[in-house]
């Protein structure tokens, strides 16, 4: 079975700078998706970004990138000029394209980030 | 935008008592999810289809849980009877594999 993992249960970061949110999970299939949801308190699960595994460039949406390391299996998220608006929990996720996890989404634990004024 | 409906918002109910949580989800999409989110376990799979055919429901009480697709707009959570530890948010999502999954809002469900 796959599993995800974010080791950082809070982060906080100041307007304008940068974080970085980490994730690694675990599987045995060579071809995925990973992707990054973000929760603001409103509860709306929003996708942020997404990363097909066959492929080499980390995917990037305005100021949003991430670290793709497939031997490392890790997969972490950058946000640039940080933005209040970014506070939130953001869920890493893996979905398998393949076998018995085709199409079924497994979770993190999530990482509650604040953005200080 | 499009965006995948659920109603209610927001359910509070007695113990014992049957819950129905409906999803209508996007128009096209052929892969709906049910999650169920709580402060102790996270975001948990309770079940999902694929072309309104359950793929795996692996996740869920099966003794109280049922989840169903009757058509391609409705998919439905039902859970009889319900119990105080079945409180949490519950949440629908469809999409096409690959992706990524748009999410509805979420029931809020309140067992006391």
């Known amino acids: 079975a796959q599993t995800v993992t974010q080791s950082q249960p809070e982060m906080s970061v100041q307007e304008a700078e940068t974080v970085t949110l980490s994730c690694t999970y675990d599987t045995s299939e060579s071809n995925y998706y990973l992707f990054w949801y973000k929760q603001p308190p409103s509860r709306q699960m929003i996708l942020v970004i997404r990363?097909?595994?066959?492929?080499?460039q980390n995917a990037t949406e305005n100021r949003f990138s991430v670290n793709f390391q497939k031997a490392a299996k890790s997969f972490s998220l950058k946000i640039s000029d940080s933005q209040l608006g970014d506070t939130a929990m953001y869920f890493c996720?893996?979905?398998?394209?393949?076998?018995?996890?085709?199409?079924?989404?497994?979770f993190g634990q999530g990482t509650i980030l604040t953005v200080h004024p | 935008d499009a965006r995948v409906t659920q109603t209610p918002r927001h359910k509070v109910t007695e113990m014992g008592q049957e819950v129905t949580m409906r999803c209508q989800p996007i128009l096209g999409h052929n892969t709906v999810f049910w999650y169920r989110q709580t402060m102790m376990q996270g975001l948990e799979l309770l079940a999902y289809?694929?072309?309104?055919?359950?793929?795996?429901d692996s996740g869920m009480p099966k003794d109280r849980f049922s989840a169903e697709m009757p058509d391609a707009t409705l998919a439905t959570l039902k859970i009889q009877p319900s119990e105080p530890r079945d409180s949490a948010v519950y949440f629908c999502?469809?999409?096409?594999?690959?992706?990524?999954?748009?999410f509805g809002s979420g029931t809020r469900l309140t067992v006391v």
């Open positions: 996720a893996f979905m398998g394209a393949g076998g018995t996890s085709y199409g079924k989404l497994t």
């Open positions: 990363q097909e595994a066959y492929k080499q």
């Open positions: 999502a469809s999409g096409d594999r690959g992706y990524g999954y748009t």
């Open positions: 289809f694929r072309n309104r055919a359950p793929l795996d």
